[in-house]
């Protein structure tokens, strides 16, 4: 293939920038609801309820993030059918992804009382986290717990969509749920007083609101892209050959992401062991944290619809061309988001902390240790933007292998830095797990060119 074919090959940035802000925005409004809650609960009557939330928040991190596989799963083996033009395939992995997020959710709410009694039970392990708040936490997950089969249902819609390069439809159904969650909290939190509850109440209604907004959308592109009724093959949706690939890719997924989950419930739990205060002002900056990366996700998720669909396109010189300006060019671009991302921490970091804690010890504390958000996007961004290649070329097994390897160092570090630096070193171990994720999902890169030259 010629230069001038391989230039005319190269993904256009408009392009990977018209998939990539609504899918930052969508991302990122997803920390801004822990965001929300701790600004409604910093102005009530209880503000300490911000550590309740940190709490019971690490059962649902644990649940729900242990089975983003599902996102995951359908973005990448959607995106391939598209490429591969194959809509019945497309479908079907939609289906796929549905049952499997809404039967999880089904058994959550089904083990709601010995998972909560087993979750809350090792919360309590070492740390120095009040009776009080331990309460409010449990009323918390009490509620927000019955939103499960919605929640995991809708991230086959949202894997779904973002395959079909509709993150604006993406972006106008998670700032719907935002929306709605910021009115329920000043209704609920301000106006009633409920505290936690309050919280929960207005997640869980938010996040049914969602599912069917998810519904509405799905309609739509299936109406595009030959109708409701058209490219149907029931047969299809639980074949043995698709249905064993799904679950492989799930699986391993699934171990990737449960490690992952952990390493942030760790994190919280650690915070714990320094007080009301410390995990208080932590959950404030984990949400900070939290936003950062999702917001540079916009990126990881253009380069997995971008990498899946060249990995289903049917010529392999042109697929390959395709494969490798994905990768380049989602790259520069999300060093130059996280590099704006810094700045902004940076310069507006101060009144940020202002806007989501109370004047006195909370405000202190968070101020204190707000420097390791402001370097968290350089720190972050390359393991997100790997993470989103390997979705796309579902490559599942060496992201677990990646998180395998990562996060039991990262348990040690944290044991050794926070013992020795107090929650400084919390923060340095916290950190150095995010290089070390990027180190070893970069180890396996090359390998993903080899994969694409041997796929069937």
């Known amino acids: 293939m010629t230069t001038a074919q391989l230039q005319s090959l190269e993904i256009p940035y408009r392009r990977i920038f018209a998939l990539a802000w609504p899918a930052s925005v969508a991302a990122s409004v997803t920390p801004l609801l822990g965001a929300v809650d701790v600004w409604a609960l910093a102005r009530s009557d209880r503000p300490l309820d911000i550590a309740a939330i940190g709490l ?12 983003g596989f599902i996102r995951m799963s359908v973005a990448g083996l959607t995106a391939q059918a598209a490429g591969a033009e194959d809509e019945s395939e497309a479908r079907a992995a939609l289906i796929r992804g549905a049952a499997i997020g809404g039967g999880i959710g089904l058994i959550l709410v089904g083990l709601q009382f ?13 740390t120095d986290v009040s009776a009080e708040t331990f309460n409010a936490a449990r009323d918390y997950y009490k509620i927000r ?34 929306g709605l969650n910021i009115v329920l909290d000043y209704w609920f939190v301000l106006g009633l007083g409920w505290g936690a509850a309050g919280v929960a109440a207005g997640t869980l209604i938010a996040e049914v609101a969602g599912f069917f907004a998810c519904l509405v959308f799905v309609a739509m ?34 171990i990737r992401t449960v490690l992952l989950a952990f390493s942030f419930a760790w994190f919280i739990q650690r915070s714990g062991a320094f007080g009301d205060v410390a995990l208080a002002a932590n959950q404030t900056l984990l949400q900070l944290f939290l936003f950062t990366g999702l917001a540079l996700d916009g990126t990881a998720i253009a380069a997995e619809t971008l990498v899946g669909q060249a990995m289903g396109a049917r010529d ?12 380049r060019r989602t790259f520069i671009m999300a060093t130059l988001a996280a590099l704006a991302f810094v700045v902004f921490y940076w310069l507006a970091g101060n009144a940020l902390i202002a806007l989501l804690t109370p ?11 707000m420097p390791w958000v402001i370097i968290s996007p350089l720190i972050v961004v390359v393991g997100f933007q790997l993470d989103g290649i390997f979705i796309g070329a579902t490559r599942a097994r060496e992201m677990r292998n990646s998180m395998v390897i990562t996060a039991p160092i990262f348990i040690a570090a944290s044991l050794w830095l926070a013992s020795t630096y107090g929650n400084h070193g919390l923060w340095a171990a916290f950190s150095l797990y995010f290089l070390l994720r990027a180190v070893t999902l970069g180890v396996y890169l090359p390998r993903l060119k080899t994969a694409y030259a041997n796929q069937p």
């Open 221 to 254: 592109v299936l109406a595009r892209n030959g109708g409701l009724g058209a490219h149907w093959k029931r047969a299809e949706f639980f074949a043995l050959k698709k249905l064993r690939r799904t679950l492989s890719i799930n699986l391993d997924i699934f």
């Open 56 to 67: 019971a928040s690490v059962i649902f991190s644990l649940a729900y993030w242990s089975f």
């Open 359 to 369: 004047e006195g010890a909370i405000r202190e504390a968070t101020k204190t240790y």
């Open 145 to 178: 717990i019955w939103g499960a089969p919605f929640a995991l249902a809708s991230y086959a819609a949202f894997g779904w969509l973002t395959a079909r390069e509709r993150t604006d439809y993406l972006m106008i159904i998670s700032v719907f749920i935002t």
């Open 316 to 327: 392999p010189a042109r697929g390959l061309a395709r494969f490798s300006s994905a990768i």
């Open 114 to 126: 010995p998972i909560g009694a087993a979750a809350f039970k090792t919360l309590a392990i070492g």
